[in-house]
């Protein structure tokens, strides 16, 4: 494929005319249902196909989301606009602003119940606030200028995968280097102390990079290796008493080659084959239950008449 310019790249992908979904023929998924799917079937069939969902508002959510939109938003002025705008932000304020109006929505969704308490919510708040503060100042480090361009925030990914399945997600962040004609997919994730060994070696965590990889190729006909992706972690906390510098960003990329690529295009098709039939309707039937650790977190591990595995 010739090389194109960067205004021919950005501009291809900024009017890119995505499938339309229709909601009432089409059965759309998302990583988070894979995701699910994989760490107990038996969730994912009471929550996306039988509709038992689980509305709890949670404090780590909104404070994700939160950080999620302040970092954009910064992002945005500084690739559209200049860095000397967004250095001159008040990302406190502006993420104090958003995390405020979203425990708000939480509380009315909760019928007008606190979700989280005071003391609580002032340590979240200054965990945001620490993160920014730590980004802004290493910036630099983290998010170049010269030769750099926005893609993409919440980049929309829409692809038809067959039996009337839609795939739909959005990716936080996609950043063009015109100097290596390259793009760069963020996925921004809050963690309480970042990564560990654990969150590295599994796999389907790493599949959600993997796949956003594979959707951007075929959806905007950019060469594979023309795509890094990267998941960029946001630690709430960080170790003290260590011999290591630890600040609050952790970057990790996962392996994103061409067996990779083959491991995700076969979960997917294994998943539409568990979970739909030809015509894309969730089947009827009796989904694995999968007991661990995590049974205490499942919104359905108190409801019997939904779940009884673990009153068996």
């Known amino acids: 494929m010739a090389k194109k310019t960067k205004p021919q790249i950005l501009s291809e992908i900024k009017t890119k005319q995505l499938p339309e979904v229709n909601y009432a023929y089409h059965k759309v998924i998302s990583y988070s249902q894979i995701s699910m799917f994989h760490s107990c079937p038996h969730k994912w069939a009471l929550q996306y196909r039988d509709g038992h969902y689980d509305e709890s508002p949670s404090i780590h959510f909104r404070f994700g989301t939160a950080m999620h939109e302040t970092i954009q938003e910064w992002l945005t002025v500084m690739y559209e606009g200049s860095a000397t705008q967004a250095d001159s932000m008040n990302l406190e304020e502006l993420f104090q602003s958003k995390f405020i109006n979203l425990y708000q929505e939480g509380f009315k969704k909760n019928s ?87 969150e590295k070696k599994d796999e389907i965590k790493q599949m959600q990079l993997v796949f956003y990889k594979k959707f951007i190729s075929e959806l905007y006909n950019v060469p594979l290796d023309s795509i890094e992706v990267e998941f960029f972690i946001l630690r709430r906390k960080i170790w003290e008493n260590t011999d290591y510098n630890i600040g609050r960003i952790q970057q990790y990329r996962p392996a994103a080659g061409r067996n990779k690529l083959n491991k995700a295009k076969k979960i997917i098709e294994d998943f539409i084959d568990d979970c739909f039939d030809s015509n894309g309707k969730p089947l009827v039937k009796e989904h694995t239950k999968i007991v661990s650790k995590n049974c205490q977190y499942c919104p359905f591990n108190d409801k019997k008449e939904l779940c009884n595995k673990l009153h068996s």
């Open 112 to 198: 007008d119940t606190h979700y989280s308490s005071p003391e609580q919510l002032r340590e979240f708040f200054e965990d945001g606030v620490a993160i920014l503060d730590f980004l802004k100042k290493k910036r630099n480090l983290y998010f170049k200028k010269k030769g750099w361009h926005l893609a993409g925030i919440e980049l929309p990914i829409i692809i038809n995968l067959g039996k009337n399945v839609i795939y739909k997600g959005y990716i936080d962040l996609v950043l063009y280097d015109e100097k290596n004609n390259k793009f760069y997919v963020y996925d921004l994730k809050t963690s309480t102390k970042g990564w560990g060994d654990k």
